[in-house]
């Protein structure tokens, strides 16, 4: 069974960093493009990060480049999400997903695009 749970989430001030995972198993990682996503309250979710299989392709939604940077560790099956210089507008639930593929274009961005979820973690930017 496949499980993907984040952690690292809290409550930082703006400027802030934090440093999200998301642990796999019940998978092989190494066979799998990961993405993150967020949800801020009363809007919709939406795509913030990707990375592939390999390591080798990653993409970031306009707000969080240059601030936002994500990698893997295959061998510890985990992702992670590293959010500097952190503002209130990135206040959301964070969300890790599995890909299909191991590798993706532009549909990285789509839900449909991830068959397994993790359960959220809370960022909360605010002085």
């Known amino acids: 069974q496949v499980q993907l749970v984040e952690s690292g989430g809290g409550l930082v001030q703006p400027g802030g960093s934090l440093r999200l995972s998301c642990a796999c198993s019940g998978i092989t990682l190494e066979y799998y493009a990961i993405g993150w996503f967020r949800q801020a309250p009363g809007k919709e979710r939406e795509g913030v990060s990707y990375?592939?299989?390999?390591?080798?392709?990653?993409y970031y939604v306009d707000s969080v480049k240059g601030r936002f940077t994500i990698s893997r560790d295959n061998a510890k099956n985990t992702v992670y999400l590293q959010m500097n210089n952190l503002k209130p507008e990135d206040t959301a639930v964070y969300y890790c997903a599995k890909s299909l593929r191991s590798r993706d274009g532009s549909s990285w961005l789509k839900s449909g695009s991830y068959d397994a979820w993790g359960q959220g973690t809370q960022v909360t930017v605010s002085s």
């Open positions: 990375i592939s299989s390999s390591g080798g392709s990653t």
